[in-house]
C-alpha cells in the first residue's frame, strides 16, 4: 500500500524556518503585513481566512481582514484594494475567492500592487510565472510541489533525476492551481500534460492519467479518480476539497481521489484532510516574507525551489 504524504508534518517543518525568517525580518528592521480581502461570506473562504489569522498570529505578522458586505460594487471593492496598495504597513494582499457574480475577478486581481499581489494574479505576476521567473508562486500549486520534494527527499531520491524523468499529469486548468502547477511542472524540467473536463467528457481521463508518474488531481470533483485511472508506482496529490455528507449525516472533507480504492495501488498518496491544505496556509505567509523583502529592496529566497 502506498506510502502517506504527511502534509501537516510539512507544514509544522515549514513553519519553524519561517518564524526563523521572521524572526530575520525583525532583526533586520523590515516591516511585514499580510492584508486579506473577502466580498460577501463564502464558507470555505471564511475558514481560510480564520486559519490564516491564526497562523499570522502565531508567527507575529501584523494581520488584518477587511470583509466587505456581498453586494459592495466594483468601483467600492478596487477602492477597499487601492487603500491596501497605498498602506506601507501592508506587505501582501490576498483577495479570498470565489467574489460574488456581479464583480469581475479579472478587473479586482488587476487592481492589486504587483509588488503586493503574493497569490500571483495579477497578469504581470501570472506571465513572470509563465516565463519561469516568477516574483511570486501561488500558494497551493508551490505547495504541490514542496509536498513532492520533501517526499522526494524522504525516500533518497534525487530530485533532479526524477523530475527530468518524470511524466507530471495535472487534471484541473485554473488560473490559481492547475495552469500554476503546469508552470511549476516545467520549471522542474519534467514532461507536463494538461487535462481538463473536456478529456473526461469525451475519452475519459484515464487514458491520460495512467501514465502518469505524478499525478497532481485539482479539478473540485470528490471521487474524480479511481483505482483504474492511475497506474502502480504513481505519487498522487490530490489538491481538491470537497464536503461530502456521511451515511451518519456527518460532513466530512474529502479530496478528488478515491483514497480507498487508490492508495492500495501507488507508490505515495497525500490524504485529506492533512494532504496540500495546511502546506498552502503556511506558504502564503512564506509568500508574504519575500515580499516584505522585496519590499525593502533586499533579496528574496529562490521561490521556485528548483534542484
Ligand atoms: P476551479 O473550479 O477553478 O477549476 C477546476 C478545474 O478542473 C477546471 O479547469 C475544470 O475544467 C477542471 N475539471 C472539472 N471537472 C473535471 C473533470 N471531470 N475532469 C477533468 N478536469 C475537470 O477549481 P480550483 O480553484 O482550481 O480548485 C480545484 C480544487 O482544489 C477544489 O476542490 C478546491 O476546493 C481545491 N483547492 C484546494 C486548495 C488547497 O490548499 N488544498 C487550494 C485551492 C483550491
Given at each position: 500500500t502506498a506510502q502517506l504524504i504527511d502534509g501537516r508534518a510539512c507544514a509544522r517543518a515549514l513553519r519553524e524556518e519561517l518564524a526563523v525568517d521572521v524572526a530575520a525580518l525583525r532583526r533586520d528592521g523590515v516591516g511585514i503585513g499580510l492584508a486579506t480581502l473577502a466580498v460577501g461570506q463564502e464558507y470555505g473562504a471564511g475558514a481560510y481566512e480564520r486559519r490564516l489569522r491564526r497562523l499570522a498570529g502565531e508567527l507575529d505578522v501584523p494581520y488584518r481582514h477587511r470583509a466587505l458586505d456581498g453586494a459592495t460594487t466594483l468601483p467600492e471593492v478596487l477602492a477597499e484594494v487601492a487603500l491596501l496598495n497605498a498602506d506601507?504597513?501592508?506587505s501582501g494582499i490576498l483577495v479570498l475567492r470565489?467574489?460574488?457574480?456581479?464583480?469581475d475577478e479579472s478587473v479586482v486581481f488587476r487592481a492589486i500592487d504587483p509588488t503586493k499581489d503574493i497569490e500571483s494574479v495579477h497578469p504581470e505576476n501570472a506571465g513572470l510565472l509563465a516565463l519561469g521567473v516568477p516574483r511570486f508562486v501561488p500558494s497551493t500549486a508551490a505547495s504541490v510541489f514542496h509536498l513532492l520534494d520533501t517526499w522526494l527527499d524522504s525516500v533518497g531520491e534525487d530530485r533532479t533525476d526524477f523530475y527530468h524523468r518524470a511524466n507530471i499529469v495535472v487534471v484541473g486548468r485554473s488560473n490559481n492551481v492547475g495552469k500554476p502547477a503546469i508552470s511549476l511542472g516545467y520549471a522542474r524540467q519534467a514532461t507536463v500534460q494538461s487535462v481538463d473536463e473536456w478529456a473526461d467528457r469525451t475519452t475519459g481521463i484515464g487514458r491520460h492519467t495512467r501514465w502518469a508518474d505524478v499525478l497532481v488531481v485539482a479539478a473540485?470533483?470528490?471521487?474524480?479518480?479511481?483505482?483504474?485511472?492511475?497506474?502502480?508506482?504513481a505519487v498522487v496529490i490530490d489538491v481538491g476539497i470537497n464536503a461530502r455528507t456521511g451515511p451518519d449525516g456527518v460532513v466530512h472533507m474529502v479530496g478528488d481521489v478515491d483514497f480507498a480504492s487508490v492508495a492500495p495501488r501507488v507508490r505515495a498518496i497525500t490524504p485529506?484532510?492533512?494532504?496540500v491544505g495546511p502546506v498552502t496556509d503556511v506558504w502564503l505567509l512564506r509568500t508574504t516574507v519575500t515580499a516584505a523583502r522585496l519590499a525593502a529592496g533586499q533579496p528574496a529566497p529562490s521561490l521556485l525551489e528548483v534542484p
Open positions: 506601507p504597513a501592508v470565489p467574489l460574488p457574480a456581479h464583480l473540485g470533483k470528490a471521487g474524480l479518480i479511481r483505482a483504474e485511472h492511475v497506474s502502480e508506482g485529506v484532510p492533512g494532504g
